[in-house]
């Protein structure tokens, strides 16, 4: 990994790319039903801040709800990516919907982010027990404002390829894929091509018998006690009285000794 990434280029900048949906009247958003909203996005285009290539991307909602936990919010890219940005929260009997709430997703990283994005907040009564909720109750909240902020890089040279993929970068190498379907590029992967791919990077792992570690010399035991006290024997400024000591020690304190002393 640390061999490829030395020869990776850095991205270009990132570049933020907003388009905000006010509504008026507001979406009114059904008892265990949703409200559905699609944004046209050009990303920028002709702009300084034109998008040519997905890295994250954000949405900024405000919702008003009888009972927030019950609400789950989502986001299908133009690729076909869906992001589950808010699921439902059992715990959560708030009625102060969402202001200006900031969700996030990274599933749609390195796709085309122009084209049709469809926002969707869908009710899910009873969720939340502890909500008191009519049963005759017309609305469970109603959607007031949405805000797509696109994050990525601009790479002006750089055009749309609408052939099938061909082929898959795994570990830095490529790899052509198996003919056994036609796979669009920008779209989620069918489940064959992801077991495909996770398949032949497990049969490239490293192992640990792949890994071999130099032998590293011993000092036995059995000669520890003889070198310690002949180490300090030798040594002129021991006197006899510190190798008395030295030899009265147990075998295992004089190893860790020599050990420690000797180079």
Known sequence: MVQQAAHFNTVAP???????????????????????????SDACHGMNNEISTLEHVQVRVSVSAVCRGDLSI???SPGGTVS???????????????QNWTLMTVHCWG????????????????????CTRGTEEE???SLLSVSLILYGTYHPHRTVDRRPLQSIVSMGSRHPVPPSGE???????????????????RNGKVRAADITVPVRPKLQKSIA???AVELFETSEAITD?????????????????????VP
Request: negative net charge.
């Open 14 to 40: 990132q570049r933020k790319c907003t388009k905000e949906l006010s509504f008026n009247p507001t979406r009114i958003l059904s008892s265990g039903g949703g409200v559905s909203v699609t944004i046209q």
């Open 74 to 76: 989502s986001l299908e």
């Open 84 to 98: 589950l940005l808010l699921d439902t929260r059992p715990n959560d009997a708030s009625t102060a919907g969402l």
């Open 111 to 130: 796709e085309q982010p122009e084209g049709l994005w469809t926002f969707q907040v869908t009710d899910h009564s009873g969720t939340v027990r502890s």
């Open 139 to 141: 609305a469970a909240g």
């Open 183 to 201: 796979y669009k590029r920008g779209w989620y992967p069918p489940l064959d091509l992801i077991q495909w791919v996770y398949q032949m990077e």
């Open 225 to 227: 006690r003889p070198v």
């Open 241 to 261: 009285e510190v190798i008395r000591e030295i030899r009265s020690l147990p075998s295992q304190t004089l190893q860790d000794a020599v050990i420690a002393e």
